[in-house]
Nanobody
Framework: EVQLQASGGGLVRAGGSLRLSCAAS????????IGWFRQPPGKEREGVSC????????YYVHSVRGRFTISSDNAKNTVYLQMNSLKPEDTAVYYC???????????????WGKGTQVTVSS
């Protein structure tokens, strides 16, 4: 059974940092791209970043480039999202997913974990 467990969310002031973790199990790490998505209150889910474990390629939505970094620890089957210089508009529920990275679209993802709340206060 494919499982994705996101963690690391919390409340932080603007300018602060958080690191999200996505622990994956139930499939061969590298068979799927791993993506981070977020859904702000009252808005649609959007792709934030995704990572191809097989070739190391990455994608970032424009609004987080230079602030967020996606990485993986293959030995731990875990993908991280380091979020720096956080802004109030980054407030959302963040999800990790496994599937095919299609940029900002969540349509390529096959498996989803439960979200973790990130709240950035001004």
């Amino acid at each position: 059974e494919v499982q994705l467990q996101a963690s690391g969310g919390g409340l932080v002031r603007a300018g602060g940092s958080l690191r999200l973790s996505c622990a994956a199990s139930g499939f061969t790490f590298g068979d799927y791209d791993i993506g981070w998505f977020r859904q702000p209150p009252g808005k649609e889910r959007e792709g934030v970043s995704c990572f191809s474990v097989s070739d190391g390629s990455t994608y970032y939505v424009h609004s987080v480039r230079g602030r967020f970094t996606i990485s993986s620890d293959n030995a731990k089957n875990t993908v991280y999202l380091q979020m720096n210089s956080l802004k109030p508009e980054d407030t959302a529920v963040y999800y990790c997913a496994a599937g095919l990275c299609l940029g900002s679209s969540p349509g390529g993802m096959d498996y989803w974990g439960k979200g973790t709340q990130v709240t950035v206060s001004s």
